[in-house]
């Protein structure tokens, strides 16, 4: 079956510009994470989904960052005022929550946004 | 704020012998912890994990001992194979308080044919 698939996989954008990444989680899965990964770093946590709603995002830096999953499946990530800082990796994962358990999480491939 | 730290970069190991990837963390609220293994251009996939309620796992050549006292756990790969040379997060998670997971900086594993 198909994984996580995210889009674009590469985005170059100039600082002060809008950006949306997609993210197609794999079907079925309820809940649906966004991460940012910099050079030489772990994933850093963004924003969590469960559903439609999103039941954890602290990990978004300011409020420049929004991410939406209106019907549950796909979610969207938009960046506004892209900052030279907001360069990285934007990974998407999805995963079953199964009770008891924080459940294996399967990863996309990534965005890598560049912003000059 | 570290709350997922390993303190090794990267690690090189012969083919043959044993890996250690080691983990600390500072959250005694953590209650689930993973480990995931990358390749470059890929994202993390899954690779083995444990609860708070056991002290080790096992799978395969993959075994992950969970010291909750200390704070500490670690990845065992016997024996270490070349298609093993990767980076390897190790996270943690605290369930009950959802499903926030948090990652550490990464080991990157060279294992020499």
């Known amino acids: 079956g198909a994984g996580v698939s995210q889009t674009p996989s590469n985005k170059v954008t100039e600082k002060g510009k809008y950006v949306e990444l997609r993210c197609d989680p794999i079907?079925?899965?309820?809940?649906l994470y966004w991460y940012r990964q910099s050079l030489g770093q772990g994933p850093e946590f963004l924003i969590y989904?469960?559903?439609?709603?999103?039941?954890?995002d602290s990990g978004l830096p300011n409020d420049r960052f929004f991410a939406v999953r209106p019907e549950g499946s796909v979610s969207t990530l938009k960046i506004q005022r892209t900052e030279r800082g907001d360069s990285a990796v934007y990974l998407c994962?999805?995963?079953?929550?199964?009770?008891?358990?924080?459940?294996?999480?399967?990863f996309g491939p990534g965005t890598r946004l560049t912003v000059l | 704020d570290q709350q997922v730290k390993q303190n090794s970069p990267s690690l090189s190991v012969q083919e043959g012998r044993i890996s250690i990837l080691n983990c600390d963390y500072t959250n005694s609220m953590f209650d689930y912890f993973l480990w995931y293994k990358k390749y470059p251009a890929e994202g993390p996939t899954f690779l083995i994990s444990i609860s708070s309620i056991k002290d080790k796992n096992e799978d395969g050549r993959f075994t992950v001992f969970l010291n909750k006292s200390a704070k500490h756990l670690s990845l065992h790969i016997v024996p270490s194979q070349p298609g093993d040379s990767a980076v390897y997060f190790c996270?943690?998670?605290?369930?009950?308080?959802?499903?926030?997971?948090?990652f550490g900086a990464g080991t990157r594993l060279f294992v020499k044919a």
């Open positions: 989904f469960q559903g439609t709603g999103a039941a954890d």
């Open positions: 079907s079925g899965h309820t809940a």
């Open positions: 994962a999805s995963s079953l929550t199964l009770s008891g358990s924080a459940g294996e999480q399967f």
């Open positions: 996270a943690a998670s605290e369930v009950t308080g959802g499903f926030k997971t948090i």
